[in-house]
């Protein structure tokens, strides 16, 4: 089923007494569970896709469609609750809150969803179960590593239970083994969700995306599957090299 769709959707900004365009006629579908990753030079429109998606900016031109519902004329107000309900955001550099702790930081994504304390606290307690630091729940960022600080940042994605996680070079702050670590999350999370990654990581989108879309300068390129889903699901082996095998 269609999740998402983009039809001609055009996208500029002006600069000085210039406009710069920067999505140009972009048409694409998502199905509800695709591990999809934008590659492309940088100021190619990869990041003013995501935001589009995501409502954090608006489209000149052209529909996002969502579950079948055009946004043509959605209000301010629909785009926070579509963001709200939706969306879960992941970022480079993790966007954490310093002085609060990695149960805080969660807990955070839930406070204009009306739902208790003890049932925030028992959220985000589960949340960060599933991303393996439920040892490190009090700590602040700072006690932490990259890696741990990106799973909180991942957990803080997921605790609304969104659809669609949109993650905007999540491993680029990171080393490669602690980069295996976050991929390895975001598969799980892909395998009932709609996950799209920018990422200049041709490598890691090779390895773990079902899809990938390439940009050049506000077009599409190419987009390609160079991993089916039934491969992507497949029990994962890790070999000597901690490469990735499918059985
Ligand atoms: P990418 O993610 O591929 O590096 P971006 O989507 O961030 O590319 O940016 C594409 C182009 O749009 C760049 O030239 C950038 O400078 C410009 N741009 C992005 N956001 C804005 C903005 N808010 N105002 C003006 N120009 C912008």
Do not use: C
């Amino acid at each position: 089923m269609s999740k998402l769709k983009l039809v001609d959707i055009d996208k500029s900004y002006r600069t000085g007494d210039r406009y710069l365009r920067v999505l140009n006629k972009i048409s694409l579908e998502f199905r509800e569970s695709e591990f999809v990753s934008i590659l492309g030079p940088s100021g190619s429109g990869k990041t003013t896709l995501l935001n589009m998606i995501g409502g954090l900016d608006h489209y000149d031109s052209g529909d996002l469609i969502i579950n079948n519902e055009s946004t043509k004329h959605f209000r301010d107000k629909d785009w926070d609750s579509y963001r709200n309900r939706s969306i879960g955001f992941v970022f480079q550099n993790y966007n954490l809150i310093g002085h609060q702790s990695v149960l805080q930081n969660v807990e955070i994504s839930m406070t204009l969803s009306g739902i208790s304390a003890d049932e925030r606290k028992e959220r985000a307690t589960e949340a960060l179960k599933e991303v393996g630091l439920e040892d490190h729940i009090n700590k602040k960022p700072n006690q932490l590593s990259g890696g741990q600080m990106q799973r909180v940042a991942i957990a803080r994605a997921l605790v609304n239970n969104p659809d669609i996680i949109l993650a905007d070079e999540p491993t680029g702050a990171l080393d490669s083994k602690t980069s295996t670590q976050v991929m390895d999350i975001l598969r799980e999370v892909a395998k009932t969700r709609l996950v799209i990654m920018v990422t200049h990581n041709e490598e890691i989108a090779l390895e773990y995306s079902t899809r990938i879309i390439r940009f050049l300068d506000g077009k599409i390129q190419s987009d390609s599957h160079p991993l089916s889903e039934e491969k992507n699901n497949a029990p994962v082996i890790k070999n000597k090299k901690n490469k990735r095998t499918s059985m």
